[in-house]
Nanobody, 118 residues
Framework: QVQLVESGGGLVQPGGTLRLSCAAS????????MGWYRQAPGKQRELVAR???????NYADPVKGRCTISRDNAKKMVYLQMNSLNAEDTAVYYC????????????WGQGTQVTVSS
């Protein structure tokens, strides 16, 4: 059981920077791989970045080189630093937690809106 709350979204101009935060509670945070997903209007939810329980990371092609996912197990937090934002980054960003056990439940936050516009 994990509860997730995202924050840090907002309106930013193209080329700007945001840091999204996800606060977790209710379980042993260090046992969960954490991810950021996003969903733009009319599009499917897609992976942005993921960090495993061991700290390994992977990124979707559109954000490679522009974002960094990190976690702080002591604080039960996961972050997504996003730089050089462009209009294609506009979406609702969701935090995800998943045990690295096949068949285990995934948990999702309610999302935080990121809008990149001039």
């Amino acid at each position: 059981q994990v509860q997730l709350v995202e924050s840090g979204g907002g309106l930013v101009q193209p080329g700007g920077t945001l840091r999204l935060s996800c606060a977790a509670s209710g379980s042993i945070f260090s046992l969960y791989a954490m991810g950021w997903y996003r969903q733009a209007p009319g599009k499917q939810r897609e992976l942005v970045a993921r960090i495993t329980t061991r700290g390994s990371t992977n990124y979707a092609d559109p954000v490679k080189g522009r974002c960094t996912i990190s976690r702080d197990n002591a604080k039960k937090m996961v972050y997504l630093q996003m730089n050089s934002l462009n209009a294609e980054d506009t979406a609702v960003y969701y935090c995800n937690a998943a045990r690295e056990i096949w068949g285990s439940n995934d948990y999702w936050g309610q999302g935080t809106q990121v809008t990149v516009s001039s």
